[in-house]
């Protein structure tokens, strides 16, 4: 069966410092995986895919098959930065498997 | 715009008495689906449909009920609701390609559901 885990609930930081959020899937096939962020108060919005390889919003995420990872990560947060991140999995017949989040607080 | 709505926004109900959450689409997405969200728990998937008149469970569909009628609607029934279903609930679409890669769902701005 597909999971999708992000070991850390809260991740604080201080505005400048780099930031990892981790995200590990266990899946058979071939993974699609997603950063899905929920800003305050907002609906959730997709941030990036790992198929495209983009770098949104100075976030970049790397898919590793060999450790099953998919971490997020930006070399300098922002206090913009600061809200829930969700990791998901694309599981087949468009089904999405959501990790529990993690909360990034970036403090001034 | 595009966009995914969702009514109401906030309700408070008590137990048993039965409710419905409207969710519509004005993107001419196939599929649409609900999720909950709950604290420690992240976002669960309650159904999924992949297109008018289909619909599937998802990882937690007891005590919901759905349909698909037109493509555009896709309401959240609770049937008598009760206080394990206090949650926020979100209902998302997506159009439905053969290429998986370009996946991405839009989502609704949520409903907090209260039940006493």
């Known amino acids: 069966a597909q999971r999708v885990t992000q070991p850390e609930k809260l991740l604080s930081v201080f505005k400048g410092a780099p930031v990892e959020l981790k995200c590990n899937y266990s899946?058979?096939?071939?993974?699609?995986l997603f950063w899905y962020v929920q800003y305050s108060r907002q609906r959730l919005q997709l941030l990036l895919r790992?198929?495209s390889r983009e770098s949104i919003k100075g976030f970049t995420a790397d898919l590793n098959k060999g450790e099953t990872s998919f971490h997020l990560k930006k070399p300098f947060a922002q206090e913009e930065d600061s809200a829930m991140y969700y990791c998901?999995?694309?599981?087949?017949?468009?089904?999405?498997?959501f990790g529990k989040g993690t909360m990034l607080l970036v403090s001034p | 715009e595009a966009q995914v709505t969702q009514n109401p926004r906030y309700l408070i109900t008590v137990t048993g008495k039965k409710l419905t959450v409207t969710c519509s689409q004005n993107?001419?997405?196939?599929?649409m689906s609900w999720y909950r969200q709950d604290p420690g728990l992240g976002l669960r998937q309650i159904y999924y449909?992949?297109?008018?008149?289909?619909?599937d469970k998802g990882d937690v569909p007891e005590g919901y009920k759905v349909s698909r009628k037109e493509k555009r609607n896709f309401p959240l029934i609770l049937e008598s609701p009760s206080p394990n279903q206090t949650s926020l609930y979100f209902c998302?679409?997506?159009?439905?390609?053969?290429?998986?890669?370009?996946?991405?769902?839009?989502f609704g701005p949520g409903t907090r559901l209260t039940v006493t």
């Open positions: 449909s992949m297109n008018v008149e289909v619909t």
């Open positions: 998901a999995l694309n599981s087949g017949y468009s089904t999405l498997t």
């Open positions: 998302a679409s997506s159009p439905y390609l053969p290429q998986r890669a370009l996946y991405e769902q839009y």
């Open positions: 993107m001419n997405h196939e599929y």
């Open positions: 899946y058979s096939g071939s993974p699609e």
């Open positions: 790992h198929i």
